[in-house]
């Protein structure tokens, strides 16, 4: 399968921005063969997405690029006052969702439980997910790598039905390196991604083998290469070094 080079915008870029930061892009990647073999993703901030659809839509040349938002509510609609609806990012063109990232769960207190609630929704209501995974610096010293890997990745087993390699990625993200310029040594991300290969392969037996799984976290134009051509290493999410479309499509086409 394809790799995956996803995108996390995070609170970044007005309407504006990110349609010009797409369009340049687009641009691009349509300049470099290595671009087709690539599945391009960006999860964009909620606003921009109706107007960044377009552009996506545009984009042509073999280039595989869709758009997915970074959070939603797991219901159809009603009293969640601030939230968004797996069918409001429907409606605007969203085709992945983003779940589980340490940001959700650690600033704004995601549970595990909801964590699950939500990967559910979102494949019922026909969305792709990516599910972020990672453990904390002190969880990791306290030598829980493992553990916490597999407390994450439990809820899991009851949508075996429900995900598939093309519907569903993983992003293993170790929290001490998103956003920190703290990139995992490369023993590390092989160990951990081993790690979660073996739980997949554990829950989901044969399917287990072809989910992909991301690699995240300071994830930079200098060090992708070395990172996608890792064993398990099937793409990666990029926080920061994915603002500008230069970066990124370097990062892309690594
Ligand atoms: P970073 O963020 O690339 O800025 O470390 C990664 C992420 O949060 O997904």
Redesign the pocket.
Known sequence: MAKLMAA?WKMYKTRTDACETLTALCALLQQSPMAQEREVLIFSPFTAIAEAVKVVEQCGNGIQLSLGAQNFYPAVEGAFTGEISPAMLKDVGATWVLVG?S?RRHVFGESLSLVQDKTAYALEQGFNVVFCVGESLEEREAGKLEAILTQQLASLASLKEKLNAQNFAIAY?PVW???TGKVAGEQEILEAHAIVRKILQNIFSEKGSQLRILY????KPDNAAAIVALDNVDGV?????SLQAESFARIVTA
């Not at 995240?216 to 994830?219: D, Y």
């Open positions: 996390n990232h940001e993200e390196a998103i956003g995240g976290g300071s994830v999410l990029v926080g920061g070094a």
